[in-house]
């Protein structure tokens, strides 16, 4: 992994009106995004900032997600997510993410871990 990333540094992305729910939640009021939506963006997020962190063959892979969801999200309104690393346990990565709408009302916050791999050796390659 090249040096950059050290606890308490943030990395926030957004997505939203282009990329379609996998699933919308109905109820009684309007359609509104699934939690899995607004939890993939917080994931992605972290996903994305670690790459470009990663050398040769080095990879990172989601471990945990465990998000609590605090407001819903309309279609069409954007979710930015911003994940900050918390704490480097060796080659896992634990992050506090959180998640908020393009007004800045907090849509869902949690944690994610992701561990650091070496493609050819999870893959059973030597």
């Known amino acids: 992994m090249k040096p950059g990333m050290e606890p308490g540094m943030s990395h926030t992305s957004e997505e939203g009106r282009e990329t379609p729910p996998s699933i919308v939640a109905l109820g009684d009021g309007p359609p509104t995004y699934w939690i899995g939506d607004i939890a993939g963006t917080m994931e992605r997020t972290a996903r994305r900032w670690m790459t470009g962190f990663v050398e040769g063959d080095e990879q990172s892979v989601g471990v945990t997600v465990c998000v609590h969801r605090t407001d819903p999200l309309a ?18 990565y634990h992050f506090d993410v959180r998640a908020v709408n393009e007004h800045g009302e907090e849509l869902a916050r949690g ?3 992701r561990a650091l791999i070496h493609r050819r050796r999870f893959a059973g390659e030597r």
């Open 75 to 92: 279609l069409g309104e954007r979710i930015i997510a911003t994940a900050t690393l918390r704490a480097i346990d060796g080659r896992r």
């Open 111 to 113: 944690t994610h871990e």
